[in-house]
């Protein structure tokens, strides 16, 4: 197999999930039909998910398309060797580009700047197939930079590609409570169970299962978490808009809060490079002077 042939069979395997997630999209929207709870704020939800594809795609192919550039250039003229596409390399990038994955998802969570865009694909309530497809403007940009060292490695720019195209593809069927628990799978494999847990804004759930496909790498990182009661899907702080616009820039406004309110360069950076929850020492709320209820 050449590594063109590779890449057209990643985008093939990414067409079949996406055919799967719409079936199972389809019944569960059948599923709240006949309960009565097709209304129109689940109607509503679907759509701004689905919505975030806009500011995504035009992202994709105004900067992206010269960034996945940027990977040709390196390889055609910084790296002087290249890994043959064989079975035994073809399963090596996968397995390194799921191992990416799961550093670049978990530190997504844990830089504020970095999750102004995954906090849009956590900000729905609902949990469905129509969330697979939930994304941050930006998010391909950080996704581009973390996969750039396995150009450097030595795998073609194809390969690397298909190793991002097949995590993400495997993720979309994740969403969902369609699906209940899979037995030996669940020490393995990223599930549905293993997912909706990773949505979860109670405390016990929060910055767990980080994992794309294998779910081993947050068993041996200490951030695996099984799925107990059935989660609280959403943002830890109270937000439930389904204006499209609120959606896709919903960290922002408070970004610049904070860099307004900052009073040193360490603050600034912090509102920016900080955890998610930082904020400046003139926004903080002191629990002595907060009326009692």
């Known amino acids: 197999m050449t590594a063109e042939g590779l890449y057209v069979l990643a985008e093939d395997i990414n067409t079949v999930f996406l055919l799967i997630g719409a079936a199972l999209l389809l019944i569960e929207f059948a599923e709240m039909y006949f309960k009565g709870d097709l209304k129109g704020r689940k109607i509503g939800e679907a759509a701004v998910s689905i919505s975030t594809q806009v500011p995504y795609v035009i992202v994709e192919t105004l900067i992206l398309t010269s960034g996945y550039a940027l990977f040709y250039l390196?390889?055609?003229?910084?790296?002087?060797?290249?890994?043959?596409?064989?079975?035994?390399?073809?399963?090596?990038?996968?397995?390194?580009?799921?191992?990416?994955?799961?550093?670049?998802?978990?530190?997504a969570h844990e830089v504020r700047i970095l999750w102004t865009q995954h906090a849009v694909h956590h900000s729905s309530r609902?949990?469905?197939?129509?969330?697979?497809?939930?994304f941050g403007p930006l998010e391909g940009v950080w996704s581009a930079v973390v996969h750039l060292p396995l150009v450097f490695l030595g795998f073609s720019p194809e390969m690397v590609f298909a190793s991002i195209i097949v995590v993400?593809?495997?993720q979309t069927w994740l969403h969902t409570e369609l699906i209940g628990k899979l037995g030996p799978l669940e020490c393995v494999l990223n599930t549905p169970s293993h997912h909706r847990v990773h949505h979860g804004c109670d405390d016990k759930y929060l910055d767990r299962n980080y994992a794309g496909v294998l779910i081993i790498w947050d068993r041996?990182?200490?951030?695996?978490?099984?799925?107990?009661?059935?989660?609280?899907?959403?943002?830890?702080?109270d937000f439930n808009s389904q204006n499209p616009f609120v959606v896709w820039f919903s960290e922002w406004p408070g970004v610049f809060r904070d860099l307004a309110a900052s009073r040193s360069l360490k603050e600034v950076w912090l509102s920016l490079f900080g955890p998610p929850g930082w904020v400046p020492k003139a926004r903080r709320v002191d629990p002595a002077k907060t009326p009692a209820e």
Not at 76 to 93: C, K, M
Not at 126 to 134: F, G, I, Q, S
């Open 220 to 237: 041996m990182f200490g951030t695996f978490q099984v799925e107990e009661e059935t989660p609280v899907y959403g943002l830890k702080r």
């Open 74 to 107: 390196i390889d055609w003229y910084w790296v002087p060797w290249e890994i043959p596409v064989t079975w035994w390399s073809i399963a090596l990038v996968l397995i390194l580009g799921d191992f990416i994955y799961y550093w670049e998802h978990r530190i």
């Open 168 to 170: 993400l593809a495997y």
């Open 126 to 134: 609902d949990y469905n197939l129509a969330t697979a497809v939930r």
